[in-house]
């Protein structure tokens, strides 16, 4: 996977502030993949991991409003480390997380994402498969409603809500499940099988973005 560099290549200054990754994750989900990759950082930073700037948005839009979003926000970002001369600022690593379900804009939302540098993360039919995958193994084709009935044998009371005891150090083995079920969506941008996710895609991004400071 490619990697953005800084704006205009701008250095990273020294003498000012110890050099640091920044990934931006935009989410369509508002509750669910906030407080998951919101929750996936912290967990990093109980290892001897740091991360420090690692920033979630959930907006409820549709895939292609998450694409022009995450780009205005990074080229925002671009132009004011220019300015300042500080590429701290910047973003080196831009995320969508989007669903499959019956987004008519998907396909245009991948390919603007690629020529836009910025990474989707897509997951058939939805996120919450990933959490499932932090469970059990689901490999036969399922939709949203069926996967939320699994979840509630796992998460008492689920509604979207996570909890307090969410198992985020499982993540490693929700990677296991989620590439056996689909071992060739191992790539941002690309819309797998149903079932399928490439969220650990992201968790791999923000592991990386405190070992890159």
């Known amino acids: 996977m490619s990697h953005r560099r800084s704006p205009q290549r701008l250095d990273r ?12 994750i935009v989410c369509e989900g508002q509750v669910t993949e906030v ?7 912290d967990h990093f930073r109980s290892l001897p991991v740091e991360i420090r700037a690692c920033k979630v948005i959930g907006l409820g839009r549709d895939p292609g409003s998450l694409v022009a979003y995450a780009i205005r926000e990074r080229d925002k970002k671009d132009k004011e480390a220019r300015g300042q ?7 080196d690593e831009v995320w969508c997380v989007v669903d499959v379900d ?3 804009t998907l396909d245009q939302a991948m390919s603007t994402a690629r020529k836009g540098q910025v990474h989707l993360a897509v997951s058939h039919p939805c ?9 059990e193994t689901c490999t036969a084709a399922c939709d949203s409603d069926q996967i939320s009935r699994k979840l509630k044998k796992h998460i008492k009371g689920y509604d979207k809500h996570l909890g307090r005891d969410f198992p985020f150090a499982d993540h490693e083995l929700a990677r ?3 590439q056996r079920a ?9 819309k797998g099988r149903n079932p399928s996710t490439n969220a650990w895609l992201i968790v791999e991004a923000i592991r990386q973005a405190g070992r890159n400071r």
């Not at 689909?182 to 690309?190: I, L």
């Open 85 to 91: 001369r500080d590429a701290n600022l910047a973003y």
């Open 127 to 135: 996120f919450e498969l990933w959490i499932l995958y932090h469970f």
């Open 35 to 41: 407080e998951y990759f919101e929750g996936i950082r």
């Open 182 to 190: 689909d071992p060739d969506h191992c790539e941002a941008n690309r």
């Open 176 to 178: 296991e499940r989620a």
């Open 102 to 104: 019956d987004h008519s």
């Open 13 to 24: 200054p020294t003498g000012r502030r110890t050099p640091r990754k920044r990934v931006l």
